[in-house]
């Protein structure tokens, strides 16, 4: 409850309308408006360090403290800090290294703390080299330890990628399952803003292209949370790509998501919205982008199935057939590069098996325009599918 990096809200908007009527009156007037007003001002923030003591007993008294955990929202980049900050605890074996992940707390704060609570042995600053330290994070998993390897962004892989291909996804083929490499390599993925072309890259169809590696991309912060702890307690080598737009942004999670015993299987994909016209398959940061050309369709008598798909590789194609033998019309979106893309391998799938002959149209993929991302605000926006793009495609799809 007084951690200053969770946030906590509630289905009605109480921090605009808190009065004092939520206050009981048997509380004097003025201490009535004080607790009044930091009430309101805990609903925005989530913090209780500037409440006063009456305040909090009076939230214990409320029981407004017992439903706290069962309303919580938390950042993606605070998932993914509890997630980590979790497995450590429950395995001895499992540490972090990468690039100012300790002192500095991470260049994106995602692992704040962490080295304050386990100490150098298990959060390591490396030198800027990362075949070098991804070298050494894979002979740590060889030798039997869970690494967790950090790239300040996946851009800078490329600098450490025979490591990741050649010794962590290869190596459990080759030693004829003899020795397993269990790690994940996690850090930002795909296009942030102003950064230009070689810092604005998806790495989903590079990684998943590889035999041995399963690559994970998370949306909001159960998927962030749950598909972590299962990377890391996966004996196979794992690519995590996260978003670094997406660190920042509160979702709300489950009762069960705020279990250390919360996990989600690799690999299964999830419905984030039912709707039976067509079906929107997409994952990362896009899911939002879906979402909200899913709502704006629906003011249009256009309901569309979103499938979050979670994991890249193994791919669920069985989530996808079903839903489009249901709506009979697929729409796939990405931020990466149209050739040889994640959309181009579901069209492949779906053109391959029994969904086809359900299909009443082609299949329509919105993916980043295939150029190296310009520097140029206007331009990086024209780059990248924004909604109206999502919400055209739609509508072509369905000839309306």
């Known amino acids: 409850m007084t951690h200053s990096n969770v946030h906590i809200t509630r289905s009605t908007d109480w921090s605009k309308s808190t009065d004092l009527c939520v206050v009981p009156a048997f509380y004097p007037a003025e201490d009535r408006v004080k607790m009044a007003v930091s009430l309101r001002c805990f609903l925005r923030t989530g913090k209780v360090w500037d409440c006063s003591e009456m305040f909090l007993l009076y939230l214990f008294q409320s029981g407004f403290v017992t439903c706290l955990r069962s309303i919580m929202a938390v950042t993606v980049r605070d998932a993914l800090n509890q997630a980590m900050d979790e497995e ?90 003899l020795q397993s490499v269990p790690i994940v390599f996690r850090g930002p993925n795909g296009a942030s803003a102003g950064v230009a072309a070689q810092h604005s890259q998806c790495f989903a169809a590079w990684y998943a292209h590889c035999p041995g590696l399963k690559v994970v991309s998370p949306w909001n912060s159960e998927d962030a949370k749950g598909l972590l702890k299962s990377a890391i307690r996966d004996d196979n080598p794992v690519v995590f790509l996260e978003n670094e737009l997406m660190y920042g942004v509160p979702f709300e999670m489950s009762e069960e998501s705020q279990s250390k015993d919360f996990t989600i299987p690799i690999g299964k994909a999830k419905v984030e919205r039912q709707g039976n016209h067509v079906t ?3 994952h990362s940061r896009y899911v939002s982008h879906c979402l909200d050309a899913a709502a704006v369709l629906a003011k249009e008598g256009i309901e569309c199935e979103v499938i979050n798909l979670r994991t890249i590789r193994p791919l669920d194609v069985e989530s996808i057939e ?39 149209s082609p299949v329509t993929r919105v993916t980043g325009v ?31």
């Not at 450590?88 to 080295?115: C, I, N, T």
């Not at 009979?328 to 149209?338: A, D, F, K, Y």
């Not at 150029?371 to 919400?391: G, N, R, T, V």
């Open 322 to 360: 079903t839903s489009v033998m249901k709506t009979n019309h697929l729409v796939t979106v990405e931020g990466g590069w149209p050739q040889f893309g994640v959309g181009a391998e579901i069209c492949a799938r779906v053109m391959e098996g029994p969904a086809f002959n359900y299909l009443d």
């Open 280 to 282: 929107v398959v997409t």
């Open 370 to 400: 295939d150029i190296p991302m310009p520097y140029a605000k206007i331009l990086e926006d024209h780059s990248l599918p924004q909604i109206k793009d999502i919400i055209f495609s739609v509508k072509k799809t369905l000839n309306v």
């Open 88 to 177: 450590l605890e429950r395995d001895e074996r499992v540490f972090l290294m990468g690039e100012e992940v300790a002192q500095y707390d991470g260049a994106y704060k995602v692992s704040r703390g962490l080295w304050k609570k386990y100490g150098d042995k298990r959060i390591i600053d490396t030198p800027i080299s990362e075949m070098g330290f991804a070298g050494i994070a894979v002979g740590a998993a060889m030798a039997g330890l869970r690494p967790i390897c950090e790239f300040m962004t996946f851009n800078f892989s490329m600098q450490a990628i025979d490591q990741v291909i050649n010794s962590a996804a290869k190596t459990y083929y080759m030693s004829a399952g």
